[in-house]
């Protein structure tokens, strides 16, 4: 079929290359220059096939009051007089229940699985240079309330196979001997998960692409859809910037912006987007360097080591539609990297970015075929699109006929 791909974040270019790796003749388009520009671009660089626990949770519940009146919290809610955002709310305070999130987790782990096998099949058969490293993860518990939460969560993903230890703080300082510079950090233990891995998402989808056009595959860049034009029942193009663009199916996975894109059709996609902000900074000419991905729990913040370079990830923000980077959250971050890891990085001039990740109230992407019409949703995986990435396009692509 000719399939219409719309958006170029990582979930866009997986599903474009996935569809023409199975013989379909792909248009991928997207508003901006290229691939990969916008709440793909820098975040926090984790493949997290094992930690994907929904942040709707009785825990973030009970400590949401908290989180929401500290001027300082990681997680701000900035009110609107949008309906969107208290539907999603409600939605949210809903799907914060233990069985919805065990429920949750499951989802998300058995797609993070398949998303494992399916990248690791691509990099077999592709030339990829994005930074892939199997460097394992270490998630810090800053209370030994936190560690006994993280333990009840290793307990019940260990039955759903995933394969994680719970370390004491000396065995922390083992798995990653970096974090032996800042001994006085507040930490009662963390949980170790040896095969999580990272990856730079923007080098990610240019290699993507570069695969996608090697498979005949068309792109088109700077071109933004506005509306669709029907034939009945059915959608049979695409109105854009740059005229229409005709197809046999279209797929939806412009990140935040496909909310107000699926309106278009009648659609309501409860997805809403979360803020959040990274920092890229050089290391230190002959430091030693971390190798593994660290996950502060207390500052919820992120630390990935690429390369040369430290990626730092951080924040949540329910209703901040701006990609402006306040002061202050540059402040924190570079504070966060200052402390942790003293003397590592070179922190005069920091890389920053701020993100709009599109979320649904239970973390779980949606990812199919809407009701019967030639229209496809790959949309609303939150913080985890660069996990999710492959294993929500093969799921995607396996609902796809090969005809139209």
């Known amino acids: 079929?000719?399939?219409?791909?719309?958006?170029?974040?990582?979930?866009?270019?997986?599903?474009?290359?996935?569809?023409?790796?199975?013989?379909?003749?792909?248009h991928l388009l997207d508003s901006e220059r290229g691939p990969g520009l916008g709440t793909s671009y820098a975040n926090g660089a984790q493949l997290s096939y094992s930690y994907v626990e929904p942040f709707a949770s009785p825990a973030t519940l009970r400590g949401l009051p908290k989180m929401l009146l500290s001027r300082g919290s990681a997680?701000?809610?900035?009110?609107?007089?949008?309906?969107?955002?208290?539907?999603?709310?409600?939605?949210?305070?809903?799907?914060?229940?233990?069985?919805?999130?065990?429920?949750?987790?499951?989802?998300?782990?058995?797609?993070?699985?398949?998303?494992?096998?399916?990248?690791?099949?691509?990099?077999?058969?592709?030339?990829?240079?994005?930074?892939?490293?199997?460097?394992?993860?270490?998630v810090l518990c800053p209370t030994p309330e936190s560690l006994r939460l993280q333990e009840r969560q290793v307990a019940l993903q260990a039955?759903?196979?995933?394969?994680?230890?719970?370390?004491?703080?000396?065995?922390?300082?083992?798995?990653?001997?970096?974090?032996?510079?800042?001994?006085?950090?507040?930490?009662?233990?963390?949980?170790?998960?040896?095969?999580?891995?990272?990856?730079?998402?923007?080098?990610?989808?240019g290699d993507m692409v570069a695969s996608l056009q090697k498979w005949g595959g068309q792109v088109s860049w700077?071109?933004?859809?506005?509306?669709?034009?029907?034939?009945?029942?059915?959608?049979?193009?695409?109105?854009?910037?740059?005229?229409?663009?005709a197809a046999d199916a279209f797929v939806m996975a412009a990140g935040p912006r496909v909310v107000a894109l699926a309106a278009k059709l009648g659609i309501y996609l409860p997805v809403y987007p979360i803020k959040g902000y990274s920092i890229t900074v050089p290391f230190r000419p002959g430091v030693h360097r971390p190798r593994a991905s660290v996950t502060d729990l207390g500052r919820k913040t992120v630390f990935a080591p690429l390369g040369d370079q430290l990626r730092v990830a951080a924040m949540a923000e329910?209703?901040?539609?701006?990609?402006?980077?306040?002061?202050?959250?540059?402040?924190?971050?570079?504070?966060?990297?200052?402390?942790?890891?003293?003397?590592?990085?070179?922190?005069?001039?920091?890389?920053?970015?701020?993100?709009?990740?599109?979320?649904?109230?239970?973390?779980?992407p949606i990812v199919g075929r809407w009701r019967g019409s030639n229209v496809y949703l790959n949309v609303g995986h939150g913080a985890l699109g660069l996990t999710l990435a492959a294993g929500s396009a093969v799921a995607l692509s396996r609902q796809m006929p090969q005809a139209a």
């Not at 919805?100 to 240079?129: D, F, P, V, Y």
């Open 318 to 364: 329910v209703g901040a539609t701006g990609l402006d980077v306040p002061p202050d959250r540059v402040r924190t971050m570079v504070d966060a990297v200052a402390q942790t890891y003293p003397g590592l990085c070179d922190l005069e001039a920091p890389a920053v970015w701020a993100g709009l990740r599109p979320a649904t109230p239970t973390s779980v």
């Open 1 to 26: 079929m000719k399939v219409c791909v719309i958006g170029a974040g990582v979930i866009g270019c997986a599903t474009a290359y996935e569809l023409t790796r199975r013989g379909h003749d792909v």
């Open 222 to 245: 700077g071109v933004r859809a506005t509306s669709f034009r029907r034939h009945g029942e059915r959608v049979a193009a695409v109105v854009t910037s740059e005229g229409e663009i």
């Open 159 to 205: 039955a759903m196979g995933c394969r994680q230890e719970v370390l004491s703080v000396r065995e922390c300082l083992e798995k990653e001997p970096a974090l032996q510079s800042a001994p006085g950090l507040p930490w009662a233990g963390g949980v170790w998960t040896r095969d999580e891995c990272i990856g730079d998402p923007h080098r990610l989808c």
């Open 75 to 138: 997680v701000r809610f900035h009110p609107r007089w949008d309906w969107r955002q208290w539907a999603w709310g409600l939605q949210f305070l809903r799907a914060c229940s233990a069985r919805q999130s065990l429920q949750g987790t499951a989802q998300l782990l058995q797609m993070a699985q398949a998303s494992r096998a399916m990248l690791e099949q691509w990099m077999r058969e592709e030339r990829w240079s994005f930074g892939f490293e199997e460097n394992g993860k270490l």
